[in-house]
């Protein structure tokens, strides 16, 4: 038996392998960190090129590199030489498929830095994985193919990098090797690229030849194969490139409030992780969008109080007066603050399978803010094959267009040419909780900063005392021939009686006036809701029971309505009644028509029905009649009051 080796990795212990962790963390922790993306046409060698990296700064474990020479040889591409690609397609449908899908994120370090790099899919039906790996990127590494040249995938993800907002671009001319290093073929794909470049905004970029597969000017050695070039390697650029961080440094202080830190009675302060600019005690500082003025009375952290604070650090600020500021909010210097507003122009990435739909609520997302939100149909959506702005009336997988977003309250903002933190958003789906798109802030909706909201003296609650009731609006929702109508207007007739204030808005009687402009589109039926839903919110205001009678199909629009109004003042009255019971009422024979085919976006044939899923009210019209029905819901309607 061999002689025990305590330094032997096989046998080392816990003890052992937490000193070789803590000496790496102490050799690597004081180093600039680089997040920087590879992308471009597919077979470009991206995954190469990382694998590559991993390999010459010795980020490889043993076991890692027996494991690469073995699928090398079993899967590679490359011979009996190391197939570098296989260590970063991890997914098994790219091992099969030679390309890369998902985006793969690899940490290594050098000398002088540590970089993360992520290895994003070339292929157009994976844009939006590209896009979720440049979010958050200082440089993108553009590979062209020596052999092919500028490609259309090339332009595409040029384009999208230069929107994502990437300030230093690397051309990547790879697979010199299979090209005998010819200086004419660098020299061409660099003159068609800058043509290309200069079109769509890219300043500047570096361009390096280079071979992923040879190793030829990626370390810091240059490659005797290319005497005719004379710039950096790519591991010296990306070492010297300078890094998000330092640049947010020079900006104007802000911080966007996580949570508000109240241990004890004794201390309230305000955490979050500063986004640019840095901080001093003594600083003037403004609560934006409240607009209130304070001074910076310390800067705690875990390891105690700090004298400055900057980009990048998380920090807890205590101020010198106590003033309302939450979550959401944002600490801003205060001679320089940024602007709030709740309608912008930006540019969209749809990262959903279904389609945008124009009017309906989805969350927006930015930095510590969660808003309700609405996208107008796009003003154009780019083509990014051609760069030409297309008419359209929505946005699939993949599109990328302009268009309008309108919050519910205003938002902290800044354009995203300014600031990734303040200008760069997602938008949620209200009931999978699903990301659906990506956005990018241009600038605020000039009408939006004119319009201001006119203080009166008569208030709601004022007007609702007069009439001696609670307002709220019955929200009554269900299939067509359910009895909504019907019923709607026998509670109507009770509280009638009983002297309450009230007013009846009907579906089919509100297309007659304000809606007569609507059809019956997914589109068309949320702008329908949202105009009653403002007009319903207007008669709580006076002070009225509003009782509604819609459709109203989808879940997205109804809770749309719900967060217009005061908490409890809005009732899902579900009136369910099975399809087949209201199919055979059919009082106004459109079941029959949408059945016949006559009658397109029917709810319940060729439309979805998105019954509620937790309603104020349930009616059961198979167990009770339209009196009971009534009296149950003027019974809620009142005992809530």
């Known amino acids: 038996m061999a002689d025990f080796d305590p330094n032997d990795p096989v046998y080392k212990t816990d003890a052992l392998i937490a000193e070789d962790i803590e000496a790496y963390l102490e050799q690597h922790q004081n180093k600039t960190l680089l997040r920087f993306i590879t992308c471009g046409s597919v077979d470009d060698g991206k995954s190469t090129l990382i694998g590559r990296l991993l390999y010459d700064s010795k980020m490889i474990f043993e076991d890692q590199l027996a494991a690469l020479e073995a699928d090398s040889k079993r899967v590679g591409t490359q011979g009996q030489e190391i197939d570098f690609a296989l260590l970063v397609d991890g997914l098994a449908a790219e091992r099969e498929q030679g390309i890369t899908i998902d985006v793969a994120y690899r940490f290594f370090a050098t000398e002088k830095r540590k970089f993360i790099v992520a290895d994003t899919p070339g292929h157009e039906q994976y844009t939006r994985n590209m896009v979720t790996g440049a ?67 890219i300043e500047s970029f570096t361009a390096i030849p280079i071979s992923g597969f040879k190793g030829d000017n990626i370390t810091a050695a240059p490659s005797d194969k290319t005497p005719w070039y004379g710039g950096p390697s790519l591991i ?29 009675l004794d201390f309230r ?117 051609t760069m030409e702005h297309l008419a359209a009336k929505t946005l699939e997988l993949n599109s990328i267009g302009v268009c309008e977003v309108t919050t519910d309250k205003p938002i902290v903002f800044e354009p995203y040419a300014e600031s990734r933190t303040l200008g760069g958003f997602i938008l ?29 003296d008569i208030g709601r609650d004022r007007h609702a005392a007069m009439k001696n009731q609670k307002p709220a609006v019955l929200w009554f929702t269900g299939l067509s021939g359910s009895g909504k109508s019907t019923i709607a207007n026998m509670v109507e007739r009770k509280l009638h009686r009983m002297n309450r204030h009230t007013f009846l808005l009907d579906g089919d009687n509100v297309r007659h006036g ?25 008669m709580t205001d006076a002070g009225l029971i509003v009782i509604t009678a819609f459709i109203s199909p989808f879940r997205a629009e109804r809770d749309m309505v719900r967060a217009m109004l005061p908490e409890s003042e809005f009732l899902e009255v579900f009136v369910d009644t099975p399809l087949e019971v209201a199919e055979a009422r059919d009082v106004k024979g459109l079941y029959k028509k949408a059945r016949e085919g006559k009658l397109k976006n029917f709810t319940g044939i060729d439309s979805p029905y998105e019954a509620p899923e937790q309603p104020e009210i349930r009616i059961d019209t198979t167990a009770m009649g339209i009196e009971e029905a009534a009296d149950a819901i003027v019974d809620a309607l009142l005992g809530d009051a």
């Open 514 to 538: 304000l809606n007569k402009d609507l059809g019956f589109t997914e589109t068309d039926r949320i702008e329908n809701i949202r105009r009653v839903g403002e007009v319903a919110r207007l």
């Open 135 to 201: 979010s958050t990127a200082d440089l993108a590494v553009i590979l062209v193919d020596a052999r092919k040249g500028v490609l259309t995938q090339t332009k595409r993800h040029s384009y999208l990098a230069h929107l994502i907002g990437i300030r230093h671009i690397v051309l990547a001319v790879n697979k010199m090797d299979l090209v005998d290093y010819d200086q004419a073929v660098f020299e061409r794909i660099l003159a068609d690229y800058r043509g290309f470049a200069e079109g769509i905004g």
């Open 269 to 385: 302060g305000f955490s979050g992780l500063i986004s640019d600019g840095e901080i001093a005690p003594g600083t003037p500082v403004r609560v934006v969008p409240s607009g209130r003025n304070s001074t910076v009375k310390s800067i705690v952290t875990m390891d105690g109080e700090l004298d400055r604070a900057v980009a990048g650090q998380s920090v807890t600020l205590t101020l010198e007066d106590e003033i309302d500021c939450s979550r959401g909010d944002v600490i801003a210097v205060a001679e320089d603050p940024p602007a709030a507003a709740d309608q912008f122009e930006a540019t969209i990435v749809w990262m959903s399978d279904e389609a945008m739909v124009p009017g309906r609520g989805y969350w927006l997302k930015l930095a510590t803010q969660n808003v309700s939100a609405t996208v107008q149909h796009p003003k154009f959506e780019v083509n990014v094959n």
């Open 428 to 456: 949620v789906d209200k009931i999978t909780n699903a990301t659906v798109g990506a956005g990018m802030i241009h600038f605020a909706l000039r009408r939006s900063q004119n319009v201001h909201w006119q203080q009166t």
């Open 236 to 264: 010296d650029h990306l070492e010297t490139v300078e890094v998000a961080n330092t640049a947010a440094r020079e900006r104007s202080f802000r911080m966007p409030v996580q949570w508000v830190n109240r241990p004890n």
